[in-house]
């Protein structure tokens, strides 16, 4: 047996329906990636939520960090042209 | 560690962003003593869904028909289901599941006291949908904007599976009301049982409630426990007159001028000793909640042997491959 005594912690995410993405739902434990899918139907999908689940074992994700969200997020603070408003264009000039 | 002005400008601009109605996230900084009265909330929340289980749990194999028969059972899966997102929130706060469970089976957690008080009847069950689920709905609707993400996103799902159990039970009410006089009266028997320890599942009066006024500056909380409490006198009074029954309160009384129901003394001494463990069932309780835990350790065992074997049969396999 392994080392570890308890089932590692899952994150789920559900696709509700086609054509939209995953979302996150929240977690749960299970002893592998099978099982975790097996409870996340049973746990997030009583009342067809979902039409396909992802798990990922929640050790694997990547978060970045709230304290660096300004350095991350901030170079696009001030890039205005980014957005169509930034650009005059006479009325007269339709569909666009 | 932090120098304690650094602290206390870190406290400042967390009050403000909770002022301004934003979310906290997980990683987000926090003041120490938040995180804490989260994690006892959230974990009290999740044993309440858990231990909340075992009364109704009692009726599946007798309840009176097929259709009565799933739709318990479905509640009471519902109920582990909530279990599971609350402990699932309490998680993100860096909560263990397993420290939480082993507080709860030493004894030491709390949970509603109301799970202590026996289910007697099927009429219970009626009485537990209604009043019980009911109770919980007023107290969880406010949770779904507190200020916690993780916490306020799980009883947005758990609000939106409440509202058939209250109905569920009512339903429930309704036959046995409108049924023979034998039906009638365990109706009637049930909602004086249960009425006064719903009352009391909103919590001690404000005057005594030592946490309300932090929680509710950090925005857990939104609305006092005595406020809750009038609200749902308000809203189950008329409901019990529908029915033709009668709360067992000589008290209760409808005000013209306040538009709210005025209602008897609720017997505190009682609420604390049930708080403390001396209630009708707390033993009875924690015995079958530490008997499942106890007969479900080797099937844990065992999925993660067999998913460690897995993993290195698959691991043998992509050797091979690579060679
Ligand atoms: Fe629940
Ligand atoms: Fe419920």
Redesign the interface.
């Known amino acids: ?2 080392e ?4 590692p ?1 899952w994150e789920i995410f559900i696709r509700s329906k086609n054509g939209l993405n995953h979302k996150h739902v ?4 299970a ?2 990636a099978e ?1 975790a899918i097996e409870n996340a139907r ?2 997030y999908t ?2 067809m939520e979902g039409v396909s689940i992802w798990v990922v074992e929640s050790e694997h994700i990547t ?1 970045s ?2 304290n660096q969200s300004e350095s991350l997020f901030d170079p696009a603070n001030d890039k205005v042209y980014r957005h169509p408003t930034f650009y005059n264009l006479p009325d007269e000039v339709k569909h666009m | 560690m932090k120098a304690p002005t650094d602290y206390a400008h870190l406290e400042d601009q967390f009050q403000a962003r909770i002022d301004a109605e934003e979310k906290i996230e997980p990683k987000d900084w926090m003041p120490d003593k938040y995180r804490k009265t989260l994690i006892r909330q959230i974990s009290q929340h999740a044993h309440s869904e858990i231990v909340g289980m075992l009364p109704e749990g009692n009726w599946i194999t007798r309840a009176p028909s097929l259709r009565r028969k799933v739709a318990l059972l479905a509640k009471v899966q519902d109920e582990a289901g909530h279990g599971l997102y609350l402990y699932g929130a309490a998680e993100t706060l860096g909560a263990e599941r397993d420290d939480l469970l082993d507080e709860l089976h030493r004894g030491e957690a709390k949970y509603s006291s109301i799970f202590n008080y026996p289910t007697l009847s099927w009429a219970d069950i009626g009485a537990i949908g209604w009043l019980v689920d009911g109770a919980a709905i007023m107290n969880q609707v406010p949770l779904c904007r507190c200020s916690y993400g993780p916490y306020a996103r799980a009883m947005v799902r758990v609000c939106k599976e409440e509202s058939f159990h209250q109905r569920q039970g009512y339903e429930i009410m309704l036959t046995l009301a409108r049924g023979t006089e034998a039906q009638k009266k365990m109706a009637q028997d049930a909602l004086n049982r249960w009425w006064w320890p719903s009352l009391m599942m909103f919590g001690p009066n404000d005057a005594e409630s030592k946490h309300t006024a932090q929680s509710m500056a950090w925005k857990i909380k939104r609305f006092t426990n005595d406020e809750l409490r009038q609200r749902f006198v308000d809203i189950t009074a008329p409901q019990a007159e529908f029915l033709g029954l009668t709360i067992p309160d000589e008290h209760l009384k409808y005000n013209e001028e306040t538009g709210h129901y005025g209602f008897g003394p609720i017997d505190w001494d009682e609420f604390w000793q049930v708080v403390s463990g001396e209630g009708p069932c707390n033993r009875q309780r924690l015995k079958a909640r530490r008997r499942a835990h106890e007969e479900g350790q080797w099937v844990r065992d065992a999925a993660l042997a067999h998913a460690e074997k897995r993993r290195q049969r698959q691991a043998a396999k992509n050797d091979q491959k690579v060679a």
């Open positions: 047996m392994s570890k005594k308890n089932w912690l929240g977690s749960l434990h002893a592998d099982m049973d746990v009583r009342r978060a960090s709230p």
